[in-house]
C-alpha cells in the first residue's frame, strides 16, 4: 500500500463478525451509498498525492469524464491514510459506507472477512472487461486465497532504494549498496556534520510493518504459519525486527528523532539533503513536490544478503498497491460496476498511475512506454521478481497495529539510548502476539 503507511485499527474478531451481521448478507438495502439517487456515487478515495488537494485536482477531471459518459456523478472524497482504515470499519459496522473506495491491498483479507465488500466473482469481473486483465501478483493481494477477491487492482507499487546522488557523491560512493554490509558501511561515511544515512518513520506503524515483513522473508520467517496463526516470537521474526530498529540503536546511521517521524516526514528530508537514503514506494510524485528534479535521485533494489534480489530469502519488497472495493449494500451497484471499470480501463490506469509515479495493474495499461523509465523499471522488475504479498489473513489489520507498535516502541527506546536486545525485542514480538485474537 503507499500510501499505506499509516497506522492500521485494532479492531477484534467479534467486531468483524458484527459487521458481517450490520452488512445484511449482501442484499442491497437501501442507504448503504449515502445517496438514494441512481444517478449519483460516493467514493471515498485515498491520498496518493503529495497532499489532498492535489489528489482532487487529479481526480475530478477524471470524474467529470464520468459522469460525461454515463450521466453518473461521482461525489469525491480523498481520506487521509491515518483515518481511512478506522472510517472503513465504521461504516462496514454501521452499514453506511459510500458505494465505491480505495484500500490498501494489505488490508483486502481483514475486510473480506466483514461481509461488507462485493465478492469479485466471475459475473463481476466479466462486467469490467475480466480478471485476466490484471496481473497475477496485483491479484494475489486483493484477498484471502481460495476466495472471489474482495477488490479490484488500482495502482501497484513496490519498495525501492531512493538514494540522494549529490550525498553520494560528497562521501566518495560510486554506487548504492546491494547488500545490508555495503549498506552499514556507507551508512556509516554518509551519516556526519549534522546529516544521517538512512531515514525511517519509527511512528508510522505500516511502514514498520513492510520494512519487518520483508527483513523476515530474508531470514527465511514468516509472521503467520501456515493455517493463519501469528507466529511473531519465531527466531527469524526477531531477527528481522532486530535488525530494522539496530539501524538506529546499534550502526547509528538512523537519527533518533526518527523515532517520531510519521506519515511522510522521511521524503522531505531527503529531498533538503538531511538524510541520504529512503526504504520507499513510488517516491519520484512526491519527491518532486518536495523540490527535488529528476536526476536528483537514484532508485536501485533494496538490498538482500547475497546481493541479488529474488524469491525467498531474496525477497526485497511486498507487493504494495491500492484497490478499488465496492460495498455491497450500495443503492447503486450498478454504477458501482460501470465506475470500476471506467477507473481500471487503459486510459485511465495510464493517467492516474503516470500522475502517481505507480504501476498499472491492468497488464495492457502496463505495456506503454511512459512506464518504462529509470525508476518505475526497478519498481517494476521488483514486482515482477522479488516481491511477496502480506499475508492475506482475516487478523491482518490487528497485525500491523500490534507488531507496527511493537516496532514503534522499540525505536523509542533506540532513541531513548536504552538497550534493544534479542531479548527485549522478542519480549515486545510477545506481548503484540498476546493482542490477537484467538483463532
Request: include cysteine; aromatic fraction near 8%; hydrophobic fraction near 40%.
Amino acid at each position: 500500500m503507499r500510501r499505506l503507511r499509516a497506522a492500521a485499527a485494532v479492531t477484534t474478531l467479534a467486531a468483524l463478525a458484527a459487521a458481517v451481521a450490520a452488512c445484511g448478507g449482501g442484499t442491497p438495502t437501501g442507504g448503504g451509498g449515502g445517496d438514494s439517487s441512481p444517478k449519483t456515487l460516493t467514493y471515498w478515495a485515498s491520498n496518493q498525492g503529495p497532499d489532498i488537494e492535489a489528489d482532487k485536482r487529479t481526480l475530478e477531471p477524471e470524474l467529470k469524464k464520468f459522469e460525461q459518459q454515463t450521466g453518473i456523478k461521482v461525489e469525491l472524497e480523498v481520506v487521509p491514510w491515518a483515518d481511512l482504515l478506522n472510517r472503513i470499519l465504521a461504516a462496514t459496522t454501521s452499514g453506511q459506507g459510500p458505494d465505491v473506495l480505495n484500500i490498501g491491498n494489505t488490508w483486502s483479507a481483514s475486510l473480506q472477512a466483514t461481509g461488507a465488500l462485493l465478492p469479485w466473482d466471475q459475473k463481476n469481473f466479466d462486467r469490467i472487461g475480466g480478471k485476466d486483465r490484471f496481473v497475477e501478483s496485483a491479484l494475489g493481494s486483493a484477498g484471502a486465497p481460495g476466495k472471489d477477491p474482495a477488490a479490484v487492482p488500482l495502482y501497484s507499487m513496490s519498495y525501492a532504494l531512493y538514494y540522494n546522488k549529490k550525498a553520494f557523491k560528497d562521501a566518495g560512493i560510486d554506487k548504492p549498496p546491494a547488500t545490508w554490509d555495503e549498506l552499514v558501511a556507507d551508512g556509516k561515511k554518509l551519516t556526519k556534520d549534522g546529516k544521517w544515512a538512512l531515514g525511517v518513520e519509527g511512528s508510522n506503524l505500516s511502514e514498520n510493518i513492510h520494512q519487518v515483513f520483508v527483513l523476515a522473508k530474508q531470514h527465511g520467517a514468516d509472521f503467520f504459519d501456515s493455517s493463519g496463526k501469528p507466529a511473531f516470537t519465531s527466531d527469524g521474526a526477531v531477527a528481522a525486527v532486530k535488525q530494522y530498529v539496530d539501524f538506529m540503536a546499534q550502526d547509528k546511521i538512523v537519527a533518533p528523532g526518527n523515532a517520531e517521524y510519521a506519515q511522510n516526514q522521511s521524503l522531505q528530508d531527503i529531498a533538503t539533503g538531511k538524510t541520504a537514503m529512503i526504504f520507499w514506494q513510488t517516491a519520484a510524485t512526491t519527491l518532486k513536490a518536495h523540490g527535488m528534479s529528476p536526476g536528483d535521485w537514484g532508485v536501485a533494489p533494496i538490498p538482500v544478503a547475497s546481493g541479488a534480489p529474488g524469491q525467498g530469502q531474496n525477497v526485497n519488497s511486498m507487493v504494495a498497491g491500492i484497490n478499488m472495493a465496492v460495498f455491497k449494500n450500495s443503492d447503486n451497484l450498478d454504477g458501482a460496476l460501470k465506475f470500476v471499470k471506467f477507473m481500471t480501463s487503459d486510459d485511465e490506469q495510464k493517467i492516474l498511475n503516470q500522475t502517481y509515479g505507480s504501476i498499472p495493474p491492468v497488464k495492457t495499461a502496463q505495456e506503454d512506454p511512459a512506464f518504462n523509465t529509470e525508476d518505475l523499471a526497478v519498481l517494476r522488475d521488483t514486482l515482477a521478481k522479488s516481491a511477496a504479498p502480506l499475508p492475506q489473513v482475516p487478523a491482518e489489520s490487528q497485525f500491523e497495529t500490534a507488531v507496527g507498535t511493537a516496532v514503534k516502541e522499540l525505536f523509542a527506546d533506540a532513541a531513548a539510548g536504552r538497550p534493544v536486545t534479542t531479548e527485549s525485542v522478542r519480549e515486545r514480538l510477545t506481548k503484540a502476539q498476546q493482542q490477537m485474537p484467538a483463532q
